[in-house]
């Protein structure tokens, strides 16, 4: 089944502890994003990545960091958590193909930092 | 960046047509508009998008204004199913960028 896959779904962690959300899709995109969701302000781009060791920053890049090292994992890290980074994230891909750009969503993680 | 506008929320009956508003008046001619809806405890999911023409597809159709400054998703028969928030975007054409807003909540009265 083609799908992105996140973990954890669930995530609740202490200020200042490191973490990683894995985020892993089985369609061969190109390009994966990532994105947080919060009451109010809607989905937010995070970052993105275009291909393999090319990432790019989104709308609301502090404090989170990304590697591509291969094409189908694309992990967000949260190097020092903060209570603001408490969130709703999602991640998703898409193929690169000219015409076709529809993105498919991961499941979620909900993150609480305390 | 190119930004959207949409109403807050919207309520519609069951097996009527529902038409959702968009406003995009700092549109590009390279921006495609695309439009994704959000289940409740899921992650958006793909409906629809176009550039110029009206476009339709099995879950939806959407109506492209002339001049590209709106557009309309327009559902032919709403569902309970279809209650969710949905979300119209610009993404730049080859750009990498995708910018949601706030969408729409759409309620579906039985």
């Known amino acids: 089944e083609a799908q992105v896959t996140q973990n954890p779904r669930y995530l609740i962690t202490v200020t200042g502890k490191k973490l990683t959300v894995t985020c892993s899709q089985n369609?061969?995109?190109?390009?994966m994003s990532w994105y947080r969701q919060d009451p109010g302000l809607g989905l937010r781009q995070i970052y993105y990545s275009m291909n393999v060791e090319v990432t790019d920053k989104g709308d609301v890049p502090e404090g989170y960091k990304v590697s591509r090292k291969e094409k189908r994992n694309f992990p967000l890290i949260l190097e020092s958590p903060s209570p603001n980074q408490t969130s709703l994230y999602f991640c998703a891909s898409s193929p690169a193909r000219l015409k076709s750009y529809e993105q498919y969503f991961g499941p979620g993680t909900r993150l609480t930092v305390t | 960046d190119a930004k959207t506008t949409q109403p807050n929320s919207m309520e519609s009956n069951e097996e009527e047509p529902v038409h959702l508003p968009c406003n995009h008046s700092?549109?590009?001619?390279?921006?495609?508009i695309h439009w994704y809806r959000q289940l409740p405890s899921q992650g958006p999911e793909y409906v629809i998008h176009g550039l110029t023409s009206n476009v339709n597809n099995r879950m939806a159709s959407l109506a492209i204004a002339e001049d590209r400054k709106s557009s309309t998703l327009i559902l032919h028969r709403a569902t309970l199913r279809d209650a969710a928030v949905y979300y119209c975007?610009?993404?730049?054409?080859?750009?990498?960028?995708?910018?949601f807003g706030t969408g729409t909540s759409l309620t579906v009265i039985p």
């Open positions: 975007i610009l993404r730049d054409h080859p750009g990498n960028q995708f910018y």
């Open positions: 369609m061969n995109h190109e390009y």
């Open positions: 700092t549109i590009s001619g390279t921006d495609y």
